[in-house]
């Protein structure tokens, strides 16, 4: 039975002709969808919190040619300039916002189409198409689409990493991969240890018999030195030390100390740094505040209760990552508000979790890469664990799940088909027979 399931699902390419067109389809459904809900819904969908953040960093940045955030006097480190950079340059075209959300749905449905590739090179072609029919209709990537935030532009570089991870054979695939992984540190830094994760366990049969690809690793470290090259220069001058990516670590270090739904107490000993005349703190030594801060509370904290520190650590802050969608903005119409959407992600968790597990076991020749797939969202987690946890940082990792839904599903139908021919073997005529005394009975009733 594993052979027969293994064998169907690495040959499913085979047996949809018409995948192109189905998937197509399936792009223009999403795209369509995505434009249809941002003309609908576009204005309504402000959250006047980072959003407006990022909006007027961009428009300080092309009238004044300084990166800034909130305080528009100090150069910014505590943000990377990969999403405002989008932005600018959509503002520097002569669009505003709403032309904004016109182009992540364009980059929400480029997921679409990365979703699919990566399920197609897991599990086959039937799996990679049903992924994205999920991808395209799944409320919370309109949603995000309409937020003014790094998620729809962060997980298209999420995706392509990822994809091209799965296809590393020529210096060339490596130095692609070295772009993707550039470009994708400069919108949300949390990518740029990613490859530390996956790479030992996509290479470890060449780890152990010393035949690593040293130097196509090498170019491609080399290549992301390069394309970060020009954000250390700026950062060395306005701070005159080295910041590789952001100094941003000491508020969601400093937040990730607190119980959910609670707010740091003052503490006489602990005094933030002094506002500006114009209402403004030094960031950079803020940041330097919160991160002592934060660690002076996780000492106390470790000393005071232990086991409570364990517990908000390994169980409290991954559940805050996972336990809830992305779902900011509940879209007003019928199957679409919040408990819907609630119960939707709980049975992506769980049937997502039965579908790797299932694929570990029967997909043989294919488990390294769906190990180095499935060790992602532990990395994520490990990472927001430490920091701040929320719905927001998980987003980009839900077609991963989706993904493994789908050869659950896949599987499952095959399972189901295998089984009924078998049964038919075994009794040659029961279904037809069954069948006819079906019609019998439904006749006489």
């Known amino acids: 039975m594993r052979q027969h399931l293994s064998y169907w699902l690495h040959t499913a390419e085979r047996n949809i002709a018409s995948a192109p067109v189905l998937l197509s389809l ?31 960093t961009a428009y300080h940045w092309l009238n004044t040619g300084m990166f800034t955030y909130r305080n528009p006097m100090q ?33 929400t449905t480029l997921s679409v189409l990365l979703t699919y590739l990566i399920g197609r090179d897991l599990f086959g ?34 995706l392509a990493f990822i994809w091209r991870s799965l296809h590393l054979k020529s210096m060339g695939d490596w130095l692609l991969l070295g772009l993707i992984w550039a470009l994708g540190t400069y919108v949300r830094p949390t990518l740029a240890l990613l490859p530390v994760a996956i790479l030992p366990i996509l290479f470890w049969r ?14 491609m470290v080399a290549l992301f030195c390069l394309v970060l090259s ?29 119980p959910p739904g609670t707010t740091i107490e003052p503490d006489p000993n602990w005094v933030y740094p002094e506002v500006d005349a114009n209402g403004f703190v030094d960031q950079y030594a803020t940041d330097k505040f919160e ?27 991954p559940s805050m990552l996972w336990s809830t969608p992305y779902y900011w903005k509940p879209i007003p119409l019928p199957y679409l508000n919040w408990n819907d959407q609630l119960f939707i992600h709980y049975g992506l968790l769980l049937l997502s979790l039965a579908g790797l597990l299932l694929q570990l076991v029967i997909a043989k020749g294919r488990r390294t890469a769906i190990a180095v797939v499935a060790v992602i969202p532990l990395y994520f987690t490990l990472i927001h664990a430490v920091y701040y946890s929320m719905d927001r940082y998980a987003f980009p990792m839900m077609p991963l799940l989706i993904i493994w839904t789908g050869a659950l599903a896949v ?24 069948r006819v005394v079906d019609r019998l009975s439904d006749s006489d009733s």
């Open 75 to 107: 150069p910014t480190v505590f943000i990377t300039p990969g999403f405002p950079a989008l932005l600018a340059a959509v503002f520097a075209a002569g669009g505003d916002v709403q032309t904004v959300r016109l182009v992540q749905a364009v980059l």
């Open 26 to 56: 399936i792009v223009l459904v999403a795209l369509g969808l995505r434009v249809l809900y941002v003309l609908t819904y576009g204005e309504t969908l402000y959250l006047h919190s980072d959003d407006q953040n990022y909006i007027n």
């Open 291 to 317: 991160a002592a801060y934060a660690k002076a509370r996780i000492l106390q904290f470790i000393q005071d209760d232990p086991a409570s520190f364990a517990y908000h650590y390994l169980v409290t802050k």
């Open 206 to 219: 060449e780890l152990l018999s010393w035949q690593f690809p040293w130097r196509r690793l090498a170019a």
């Open 125 to 158: 072609q039937k799996t990679g198409l049903l992924a994205a029919l999920v991808m395209a209709v799944y409320p919370p990537n309109l949603v995000a689409t309409g937020l003014i935030l790094t998620e729809p532009l962060f997980q298209v570089f999420f």
């Open 230 to 258: 020009p954000w250390w220069i700026r950062n060395y001058l306005a701070y005159e030390t080295f910041i590789p990516l952001a100094v941003s670590s000491g508020n969601p270090l400093l937040l990730g100390t607190m």
């Open 411 to 434: 599987t499952a139908a095959y399972g189901l088909t295998y089984a009924a021919r078998r049964l038919q073997r075994l009794a040659p005529g029961w279904l037809t027979n069954a």
